[in-house]
């Protein structure tokens, strides 16, 4: 079955930087759009950053010029570089993966999911 497996959370301070990283399983990766969404406490889950197969990406505008998404289609793996972190980035965040071709921002439109990695991020 398809796994979607998030790693690199943690505590960090404002101004530090993280990186996260999703190992996929189960699945054709280089078929795939990935994204990364998150989610804070109540509050909505919101698209973050995606990427194309072919290494096209977009970003929410809240992280832009902050977050890097990248992929490795040879070993099936999405990482979000985060930095310049603010408080307001406290979330969990999720890896998505999608059939399609596009990046998408609608979560419903995203097929398989991982458990969530928590980040949090202290003034």
């Known amino acids: 079955q398809v796994q979607l497996v998030e790693t690199g959370g943690g505590l960090v301070q404002a101004g530090d930087s993280l990186r996260l990283s999703c190992a996929a399983s189960?699945?054709?990766?280089?078929?795939?759009?990935m994204g990364w969404f998150r989610q804070a406490p109540g509050k909505e889950r919101e698209f973050v950053a995606g990427i194309m197969s072919g290494g096209i990406t977009y970003y929410a505008d809240s992280v832009k010029g902050r977050f890097t998404i990248s992929r490795d289609n040879a070993k099936n793996t999405v990482c979000l570089q985060m930095n310049s972190l603010k408080r307001e980035d406290t979330a969990v965040y999720y890896c998505a993966a999608r059939g399609g071709v596009a990046i998408t921002t609608t979560r419903n439109t995203y097929t398989y999911w991982g458990q969530g990695t928590q980040v949090t991020v202290s003034s």
């Open positions: 189960g699945l054709t990766f280089s078929g795939y759009t």
